[in-house]
DNA sequence: TTGCATGCAAATCGTTTGCAACCCA
DNA sequence: TGGGTTGCAAACGATTTGCATGCAA
């Protein structure tokens, strides 16, 4: 998917967001992150193209796309909060050893476990979705 | 296992850690604890039994439990800190509607998670654990 | 035009820190 | 006794809030 500020626009009109450069700015940095911005990574980028916009605007953004799940927050052990375009479903690895948390897709996986919690109904759950969270460190050599 | 303040003391001599009363409440206010205690919810229950003990010393004790990996930190998507007793691996059930989060054990699936990643092989990392995160809402009826 | 969005600054709140007094081993 | 631990209060830092002004539709 190629990412312009046009497309970043549709995606706001989809859900009869207001389309101001602030949000444009504060979406695209998520969706040209590699990986999982906190809400400082994001800040940078955005003053960089616009020095003047207020850190308060910005949370407001953040707050308004991920009601409006264009965006969702990720799950995290320490206290600052991290954004992630709304994507298809994936899993995360967590490198503990640099605190580094990387997406990883797998196919083959996610029919595993959906087949496994097919047959073993976990009472009085409907279910959404299913993530594995593989932790682990740089192997060295 | 039952648990009274000649275990939970026995668990911090076998760190070479000092036994305090304020080490026993904290960590008794958490292995007590149904699901994954927020830091207030442990001030609130030691306070019951040391109004006088301060909120930076139960900090600190956290920050020593979990050094000493006696409890851990649980992953969230708001930013509270909740900790858990350190014990055998387990997966997640998030409740997304109640912001409830409860553990889940499965040996089965365990097997079923460590075996494919034997298999499958994931360049440069060592892994530690793999955890399953299942979201989903209460089926109503 | 009009209501939602923004910029700003103050406020909030969970957590951390520094240090003198304390107390477990 | 001595070094780790505690209590206290101030500091910190990420996030939130209120409000006047601005601007997209």
Redesign the pocket.
């Known amino acids: 998917m190629l990412i312009d500020n046009k497309n970043i626009?549709n995606i706001?009109?989809s859900k009869s967001?207001?389309?101001?450069?602030?949000?444009l700015l504060v979406l695209k940095a998520i969706i040209n992150s590699k990986n999982h911005p906190?809400?400082?990574n994001i800040i940078t980028y955005v003053k960089k193209f616009?020095p003047?916009?207020?850190?308060?605007?910005?949370?407001?953004?953040?707050?308004?796309l991920v009601k409006n799940k264009i965006i969702q927050k990720v799950e995290t052990y320490n206290?600052?909060?991290r954004y992630e375009f709304h994507t298809k479903n994936h899993h995360h690895i967590y490198f503990s050893d640099k605190d580094l948390l990387l997406d990883y897709y797998d196919n083959n996986l996610d029919s595993i476990l959906n087949n496994y919690f097919k047959k073993k109904k976990i009472p009085k759950l409907n279910i959404e979705s299913i993530k594995v969270h593989i932790t682990g460190k740089q192997k060295l050599k």
Do not use: C, H
Not at 52 to 64: A, F, Q
């Open positions: 626009a706001l009109k967001l207001k389309v101001t450069p602030q949000r906190t809400a400082e616009n003047n916009i207020g850190i308060g605007t910005i949370y407001k953004v953040l707050d308004t206290d600052v909060m």
